[in-house]
């Protein structure tokens, strides 16, 4: 039985013919590659194209792949936001004054952890995953995205409305928009652990 590896996710199928599309990033057959068996590295025909580009690999593009700077850093917005969502519930439903403090802070501290999120993921996807636009990569980028847009709006809703969670209306918009925050950052983290996890084959 032949072995195929999909450039750009690492997926590895094994089958007399590599699939049409990859069923782990949506990648045309076109990326696959054949694995040789007894050394297990990848047929010669494929890489030449791509030696040149990874010598000329940065060094902060290394220091990101190496040290796993992505997943890393996106354990904060990804730890915090579902404590936030819980913490605007008392202070929506009994106006509890501290809680909605406590999550101001929560987001105000995952706002500030956002932009090495974003720096990281976008050197992984263009180094690693070589820029790809499948499905599965637009999609994660979009709700990268959408999640950031969500917590810029909420920082600077209670920033400049500091009273939004207690005593107005704008506390359910404002709750729904944490709730879309958490869905955001819940798809953007299921695919990038879809992608991190399915190839350890
Ligand atoms: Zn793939």
Redo the contacts with the bound molecule.
């Keep these: 039985m032949k072995k195929w590896k ?1 450039t ?2 690492g ?1 590895i199928h094994e089958g007399e013919e590599a699939p049409e599309k ?1 069923p ?2 949506g ?1 045309a057959r076109e990326k696959f590659v054949e694995i040789r068996e007894k050394d297990d590295s990848v047929a010669p025909t494929s890489t030449k194209e791509e030696q040149p580009r990874e010598n000329e690999v940065s060094k902060m593009t290394q220091l990101v792949l190496e040290n796993f700077l992505h997943p890393i850093s996106v354990h904060s917005p990804n730890g915090i936001i579902p404590m936030v969502v819980l913490l605007l519930v008392p202070a929506v439903l009994f106006s509890a004054d501290s809680f909605a403090t406590a999550a101001y802070y929560s987001l105000l501290f995952v706002l500030l952890a956002m932009p090495p999120v974003m720096i990281t993921g976008y050197i992984t996807w263009r180094s690693k995953y070589k820029g790809t636009k499948t499905a599965l990569f637009t999609m994660k980028i979009a709700a990268a995205c959408v999640a950031s847009a969500t917590l810029l709006v909420l920082v600077v809703w209670k920033t400049v409305q500091p009273d939004v969670l207690t005593a107005s209306a704008g506390r359910w918009p404002f709750f729904l928009l944490s709730l879309l925050l958490l869905a955001s950052v819940g798809i953007a983290g299921h695919l990038g652990g879809k992608l991190v996890f399915s190839n350890t084959k």
């Design positions: 999909c750009v996710c997926y990859c782990l990033c990648a």
